[in-house]
């Protein structure tokens, strides 16, 4: 009797000092919670306030629409830098998805458990590689390739949006793959199970049953590879060619965060309004790129809950 009296007593006693560290907790999380939201916040504030009469100034049209990017003469169009921002990360994406899904799937379910880890781990490692790593390889390796096909079309020897799309295929796969496996081994073995005992084949259990119940940490991957190829700046600046010209892929192309880091240190006046349209076309960007992909994984989950 009195041991479970003793016992009753030491569980209260836990609990009231459980309650004031839980409460703390609360108090932590919700603060940095609400930092996050107000970072956001004020981020996307500055953003419109800072790009918005820049825009007004030059005229929407204009800036969007126009072929010249020309400081000298105030002419500020930056059609070739978003379709050659488009064009990149779009090569990127398209290239990069399928081939990171795919080591996803032989380092999660083919792979040996030992060749896994150590592949796993160069995969984290090229992951935390600077950008200026990657585009003095790029530099290196990539553009003379590219020069060949240049030379044989004709074409002067120049850095090339092929280039560039090359240099970010390379450097979002790892941060696709890396977070593709993290997701893939979240989900249950028994998924994995139930659809073999049904007849299906490895392969077939892994695209049906196992890429789908994975499928928001892919896309959580791929909304990542998005945003770091389409932020780039120091590996696309080295290989790109940085010509504002609309977009072909053998040809110089200029990025528009290129546009933003080559010309500010010696931008003023409309010229300095102009970079910070720029940045406030970045961002809609890419925040229209987060709610598409969202919007995407949204339907496919209420599909698959029908």
């Known amino acids: 009797m009195e041991n479970s009296i003793t016992r009753t007593s030491s569980i209260t006693r836990k609990r009231k000092l459980k309650k004031p560290v839980e409460t703390i907790m609360n108090v932590i999380f919700l603060i940095c919670g609400l930092a996050a939201v107000v970072s956001v916040i004020l981020i996307s504030l500055y953003m419109v306030f800072s790009g918005a009469p820049a825009i007004a100034k030059i005229g929407p049209l204009k800036f969007l629409a126009g072929q010249i990017w020309n400081p000298e003469v105030n002419d500020f169009g930056i059609l070739p830098l978003i379709l050659s921002s488009v064009t990149a990360t779009g090569l990127a994406i398209l290239i990069a998805v399928p081939a990171a899904l795919c080591a996803a799937i032989f380092l999660t379910h083919i792979a040996k458990k030992r060749v896994a880890t150590v592949l796993l781990f160069l995969v984290e490692l090229l992951a935390g590689i600077p950008s200026v790593v990657y585009g003095l390889l790029g530099a290196i390796l990539i553009v003379p390739l590219v020069f060949k096909a240049q030379t044989a079309l004709g074409m002067p020897m120049s ?49 049906r049953a196992i890429i789908p119940a994975a499928k928001s940490g892919i896309v959580s991957g791929i909304v ?26 053998l040809k110089p192309a200029r990025l528009l965060t290129v546009g933003i880091s080559m010309e500010w240190a010696y931008s003023s006046g409309l010229h300095r309004d102009a ?23 949204k339907k496919g989950n209420n599909t698959g809950n029908k």
């Open 275 to 297: 970079l910070y349209g720029i940045g406030l076309v970045l961002f809609v960007f890419i925040m229209i790129i987060n709610i598409l992909l969202s919007s995407i994984l």
């Open 159 to 207: 850095g090339s949006l092929l280039s560039a799309s090359i240099v970010l295929v390379i450097m979002i796969l790892p941060t696709i793959i890396s977070v593709s496996v993290a997701s893939i081994n979240t989900v249950p073995k028994q998924y994995n199970d139930v659809s073999l005992a049904l007849g299906s084949s490895k392969m077939q259990s892994i695209m």
């Open 224 to 249: 990542l590879g998005v945003g770091r190829a389409i932020g780039e700046t120091m590996a696309v600046m080295m290989v790109a060619g940085n010509a504002p010209i609309m977009p072909e892929l």
